[in-house]
């Protein structure tokens, strides 16, 4: 059954945060119903407080999705993929948004401040998952296990969920690397309690994030061998390839190289490209899916929330462009997403074959208004719908499709760029390789296969294969796109035709009330 792991989570250790700063937040033990000592006094107890690191990323609170577990931003908006999904996407060609929530039209317009709420969420939600890795992390030292009497098999075991603890904080602190370069940072070793996080400059982060994911590596399970859903060494394997893709972004030096060595290590695993592009993004997108290597898993039933896919599917859902019943949300259908039409036209017609990644209403909509949900390109890519067609329990509202975080074709695309870019170790036949098996899934044929490749092409295909899962931003900046006045898209720095913006804007500010309460903390530059 799907999300048994998770389902744990809300038993013993509910964590209700009351901290009104992240600078309180990163340093604090989360408060439990149980103490520290009872939560991990036995081997269930560590298994519960795991799910909990597990499920912070597909629930907003443990109490349901009216509350969340951190503060300032409303409950249903509060989820780590709908704030991070926002940043990532609606700052891009890939996404505008008609609503007019706090927070939401900066995006588009690329006019965020310090203020916005949403950049408030993410930043708070992903220290928030940093210090529930932080406690268990700190809870499970070898140190601290060996004096409680714990079976041989089960001290093992917790050493994997450590390291999976491990990859997890990794995990957040790349996103907060990524999007606001220069955070707050707190490990296992730093005192609970009185103590002011000091900020970590982006360099050093990347350092840091690096040396976790290689020394967390040989103490998590085996491509392949863990629970659906969890981390194994594959996933550390593919965030550390993500991680050096951007090495040159990051810190000013780039590492193509190892972009390609980790790449290759995750291609080599055992996964293959699923058949069916459409399969997915389906409710049952967790049965038999050789392609995915971690999800964040949702279930219409056990992890209810207004975040996740159950926001991806209803927001894009409404305005004629298809039933809510035909996305799996019958209830549903909130008319807000859609794409450009500069980003739709990206996916060609070639001899007739239509790419089956192109999962749109139409490919030419004006946006006359972002304010008009019909003006755009009404978008059908995730679907509560399971591949035989039928709505999964729960599936009024709440969607029970899982959203990859990794799989497959990622890599090879990374691998294809870093080939492309002077990466050693790796082959040009093998990166057009690569390219082609993405290219004949999406066309059903070699009728679209490239003869050659550029990276022109690389930032085009990452856009076909990847879009609406949280990659274009990142990408954009990369390939030096975000801002400038090289690529617009529709009302891109809130112009009609687009405009480039500002350098600057390719990070985030750090929040200003985080600035106000930690004296160590430097905003970032021209916010």
Known sequence: MKNNFLKIAGFSVLVAVIFSSCAKLLNETPANTTTGDEAYSTPLGYTQALAKAYGAFALTSSTGPASSDVQGVDPGTSDFLRLFWNTQE?????AVCAWNDPGVPDFHNMNWS????????LYTRSIYQITVCNDFIRNSAPSVVAGKGFAPADL?????????ARFLRAYQYWVLMDEFANPPFVTENDPVGSFIPPQISRANLYKYVVSELLSCDSAMVAPRQNQYGRADQAAAWALLARVYLNAGVYTGTPDWTDAITYATKVINAGYSLDANYRDLFLADNNISNPEMIMPIEYDGVNTQNYGGTTFIIN????????????YGVPSGGWAGNRATPV???????????????????GTDVPIASIATFTDGVPVAKFLNITSTGATPPGGGTYASTDF??????EQ???YAEAVLQGGTGGDMNTALNYMNLLRERAYGNSSGNFSSIALSDIINERGRELWWECFRRTDLIRFNEFTSGSYLWDWKGGVPSGTGVAGYYSIYPIPSSDIQVNPNLTQNPNY
């Open 90 to 94: 609606l700052s891009t060609d890939e």
């Open 114 to 121: 310090s203020g916005n709420v949403i950049l408030l969420g």
């Open 156 to 164: 093992a075991t917790i050493q994997n969920y450590r390291a999976e």
């Open 315 to 326: 927001s894009s859902c409404g305005g004629g462009a298809g039933t809510p019943a035909s």
């Open 343 to 361: 980003f739709a036209k990206l996916f060609p017609t070639i001899d007739t074959t239509v790419d089956k990644r192109a999962l749109f209403f």
């Open 404 to 409: 990859p975080l990794f799989r497959l074709a």
């Open 412 to 414: 090879y695309l990374i």
